[in-house]
């Protein structure tokens, strides 16, 4: 009887192992990082619109030929990464992505 309580104690052991390794995998998994990597991209965002603003304080492109194309171009691939760009245009999805930048006026 006793050889038979020893190997049902490490059968029990042995799920509780598994049970604890399963559950630390689902802390790890890419679900429960995409919430740290939106939280980066929102952080680059802001950064990046920081410094569209200081080169095109207005938001009106009056300015765009002086903001940097890295910056531009970091900015329409994180904004794109977050869902907040539909246009085509880099110039305008940046604008439109920035949340610093007032909305356009829109029709009329």
Same mark, same amino acid.
């Given at each position: ?10 059968? #029990? ?5 598994? &049970? ?6 689902? *802390? #790890?998994?890419?679900? *429960? ?19 569209? #603003? ?16 890295? &910056? ?37």
């Amino acid at each position: 009887m006793k050889g038979v309580s020893l190997s049902i104690e490490t059968i #029990v052991i042995l799920i509780l192992a598994v &049970i604890v390794l399963a559950s630390l995998l689902i *802390f #790890v998994s890419p679900v *429960f990082n995409e919430g740290q990597s939106r939280t980066s991209n929102e952080l680059k965002r802001t950064r990046l619109c920081d410094a569209y #603003v200081q080169d095109d304080p207005k938001c009106d492109g009056t300015g765009a030929r002086d903001v940097d194309a890295q &910056i531009v171009q970091d900015l329409e691939e994180t904004c794109r990464n977050l869902g907040k760009c539909e246009s085509l245009n880099r110039d305008d999805c940046a604008r439109d992505c920035c949340i610093i930048c007032p909305a356009p006026l829109r029709g009329g």
